[in-house]
T-cell receptor, first 115, second 110 residues
């Protein structure tokens, strides 16, 4: 049973560029959440996708956008990169109607460095 | 003030010691999570609880809903337990976002 996978693992971009990060949820999961974790900080919620729509959004600018595909995989896009966007980006998946509750399974993360 | 506060921020202990990490939150929750993050970033879910106590191996998690407080205990600590331990809450019912504490960095010395 494959867990949550993310790609790429590391990425280096320059200011002003655009980046796309990818996430495949745990098998059977239908909900994907994205988090940004700056160095030394706890993760911050970016947004959550369910049924191919953004269901919730954290306090992030419109430069951060996403998509969920029919197979439940998801992409996070960041436009006009800033130095402050350098962080570990974590994807977490869960099952909307799980009888076990809202347990989220995390991927290994993508470390983005903006120069 | 953060909605989720953890203490201590850093903890260094000798191998074999009993470890306690605390988490306080200020919002109503449907569930509280304890997570482990090793260097390199991967996060592993240790516990999800909404009441009482859960135990898994040497790890024990408790929650007091009335006091809005949870603790994570590690018995017979081992250097491989060295990691950042993060408390996170679901602040609403349903499959809602997680709100995280800033984590406790635990170092176990052999």
């Amino acid at each position: 049973d494959a867990g949550v996978t993310q790609s790429p693992t590391h990425l280096i971009k320059t200011r002003g560029q655009q980046v796309t990060l990818r996430c495949s949820p745990k098998s059977g999961h239908d909900t994907v959440s994205w988090y940004q974790q700056a160095l030394g900080q706890g993760p911050q919620f970016i947004f959550q996708y369910y049924e191919e729509e953004e269901r919730q959004r954290g306090n992030f600018p419109d430069r951060f956008s996403g998509h969920q595909f029919p197979n439940y995989s998801s992409e996070l896009n960041v436009n006009a990169l800033l130095l402050g966007d350098s962080a570990l980006y974590l994807c977490a998946s869960s099952l909307e109607l799980s009888l076990a509750g809202n347990e989220q399974f995390f991927g290994p993360g993508t470390r983005l460095t903006v120069l | 003030k953060n909605e989720v506060e953890q203490s201590p921020q850093n903890l260094t202990a000798q191998e074999g010691e009993f470890i306690t990490i605390n988490c306080s939150y200020s919002v109503g929750i449907s569930a509280l999570h304890w997570l482990q993050q090793h260097p390199g970033g991967g996060i592993v879910s240790l516990f999800m609880l909404s009441s009482g106590k859960k135990k898994h191996g040497r790890l024990i998690a408790t929650i007091n809903i009335q006091e809005k407080h949870s603790s994570l205990h590690i018995t017979a600590s081992h250097p491989r337990d060295s990691a950042v331990y993060i408390c996170a809450v679901n602040a609403n019912f349903g499959n809602e976002k997680l709100t995280f504490g800033t984590g406790t960095r635990l170092t176990i010395i052999p």
